[in-house]
């Protein structure tokens, strides 16, 4: 060999390594089926029990050249590595290393064994536990990113929860009997809405006013259950559909005087009926109804014919009429049963007008319609455009000396009791007073949120667990990923170490990914 071949690498893929070695005939293609003795010493040496502490950690599966190799050097420089006279160790445990050092070397046997694991450990068990690695490495950031999503949820879920049942006006640690103790607060939720509805008299008047005048007609009616309470408050819808029909009936004596007539009769026959102021009033008396004769002719009435025929039903003839034996039914017919019926609307009736849900929403109507053209009214006075109605001949001064902040004031007296009506808390009272399904209903709504939130803590627990066994994963796999790329950098060298000494020298290059790892 030249001085120049000598220089040149010889460079090897690592997953062609053993192929490479096979067709220069360094090792026998069929060394796997001679490896027979090797396997059965190094099943043997496993099971037996290591005298020596530095190199028991060694003695594990897979047993490679480089490893055996080591411990028997360990062993010989150790109180086991002595010798007899002819050259044999005298521990049975030394002697067998040994052998199985000479099994590997013979034929190369080693050289293919460290190109088998060096392609297996390149090819297919280090990106194996990179791969597993870095699953498991993804599973726990996914897992920690969703477990915070999760507090995030349950965060909003119960500050939602609590929001709700702060609308409604409940604490929400008992949420049935806490929306049935609310039916109670409507009474003097209706008084309190009676009192804001007394102070909109003043937004009436000038809307009517406006109304009026404009439309030419003093007689207009606007807002007419609006007025009617202001002025009767929150009466009985009987009493608001008949208004001169009095709520109640009085016990008191009518003030009204009852004078006995006095009938007196003239010569004539004529009656009249007197008082003590000796006014009279004439009655005719009774007229005299002529007799009429009902006889034609010379006949009597009783000879008359009329042309209808006797029939003679016979007396055989089967009506069918049977008497049925009902036994021992009773059919309670001696205690009688007593059905109380109400008129049809008699029941809404007698609610007030703020209970009754079509004066309530002809209430709300008037409500949204006085606030609409108060809101306008002070969108134009803001605009400097009241010298237009002032130019209007005799426009009432109600509307001319009216003032923005006056307007203002009777827009926020309309809007009170009209917010109190149309809130949530209200149409939830409304609703619980007469539905009892709606309490339920409403019930179950709120809890879903914190269904919600106990379905994310569930969420959390599984996530954690997760996140436990991706830890688990990652500690079992490392220890694994480190000594398979440490053992396949052994093997490299090993394998470019004896390719070069077997070359005379020449360096011996291994390429592909094991220089990745």
């Not at 007689?219 to 009767?232: R, S």
């Not at 004596?253 to 006095?262: A, L, M, Q, R």
């Not at 902040?405 to 149409?427: E, F, H, S, Y």
């Not at 011996?508 to 220089?515: A, E, F, H, P, S």
Request: net charge negative; aromatic share 6%.
């Amino acid at each position: 060999m030249s001085n120049v071949e000598q220089y040149i690498p010889i460079d090897i893929k690592d997953v062609k390594l053993l192929d490479w070695l096979v067709d220069r005939a360094i090792v026998n293609r069929l060394w796997n089926e001679e490896c027979s003795e090797l396997r059965s010493l190094i099943k043997q040496v496993l099971t037996e029990e290591c005298p020596l502490d530095e190199i028991r950690q060694e003695v594990v599966e897979p047993i490679l050249y480089p490893v055996s190799v080591r411990i028997l050097e360990s062993l010989e420089n150790s109180p086991f590595g002595s010798k007899n006279m002819i050259g044999q160790y005298t521990h049975q445990y030394t002697a067998t290393w040994a052998r199985i050092v000479k099994l590997f070397e013979k034929d190369n046997i080693f050289l293919a064994d460290c190109a088998k694991n060096l392609t297996q450990n390149v090819k297919y068990d280090v990106p194996l536990f990179k791969k597993q690695i870095a699953r498991a490495t993804q599973v726990k950031q996914d897992s920690v990113k969703k477990q915070a999503d999760c507090s995030n949820n349950i965060t909003k879920y119960e500050a939602k929860y609590r929001e709700k049942c702060a609308e409604i006006g409940i604490v929400g640690d008992h949420i049935k009997s806490e929306l049935s103790g609310l039916v109670l607060d409507i009474p003097d939720l209706m008084t309190e809405i009676s009192r804001s509805l007394g102070h909109i008299q003043p937004a009436i008047s000038y809307y009517q006013t406006f109304v009026r005048f404009l439309l030419n007609s003093p007689d207009m009616e606007v807002c007419p259950i609006l007025t009617y309470f202001v002025k009767h408050g929150n009466t009985p819808v009987s009493q608001w559909e008949s208004p001169g029909v009095p709520m109640e009936s009085s016990d008191s004596e009518s003030s009204v005087e009852v004078i006995d007539p006095i009938e007196t009769q003239d010569k004539n026959g004529c009656v009249y009926i007197t008082t003590d102021n000796q006014e009279q009033i004439e009655t005719d008396p009774e007229p005299t109804v002529p007799e009429v004769s009902t006889t034609i002719g010379n006949e009597s009435p009783d000879d008359i014919d009329f042309g209808i025929d006797t029939i003679d039903f016979g007396t055989d003839i089967d009506f069918g009429e049977e008497t049925v034996d009902y036994g021992d039914i009773d059919f309670g017919d001696e205690g009688g049963i007593e059905i109380d019926l109400l008129e049809a609307g008699e029941e809404n009736k007698n609610q007030t007008l703020l209970d009754n849900t079509v004066t309530r929403n002809k209430i709300i109507d008037e409500l949204y319609e006085l606030s609409a053209f108060l809101s306008a009214r002070c969108e134009e006075m803001g605009r400097d455009t009241e010298s237009i109605l002032s130019e209007i001949p005799d426009c009432p001064p109600e509307i001319q000396t009216a003032q923005l902040i006056g307007v203002g004031k009777m827009l926020a007296a309309v809007d009170l009791p009209l917010n109190q009506l149309t809130c949530d808390k209200m149409r939830h009272l409304l609703l619980l007073k007469n539905s009892e399904k709606y309490l339920d209903r409403l019930g179950d709504n709120l809890q879903s949120q914190l269904r919600l939130s106990d379905k994310m803590q569930d969420t959390i627990a599984e996530l954690k667990e997760r996140v436990v066994e991706a830890e688990r994963t990652y500690e079992d796999v490392e220890p694994k990923l480190k000594r398979a790329i440490a053992v396949t950098k052994e093997l490299k060298g090993c394998v470019e170490k004896h390719l070069s000494i077997r070359y005379k020298g020449r360096p011996v290059r291994i390429m592909g990914d094991i220089n990745t790892l």
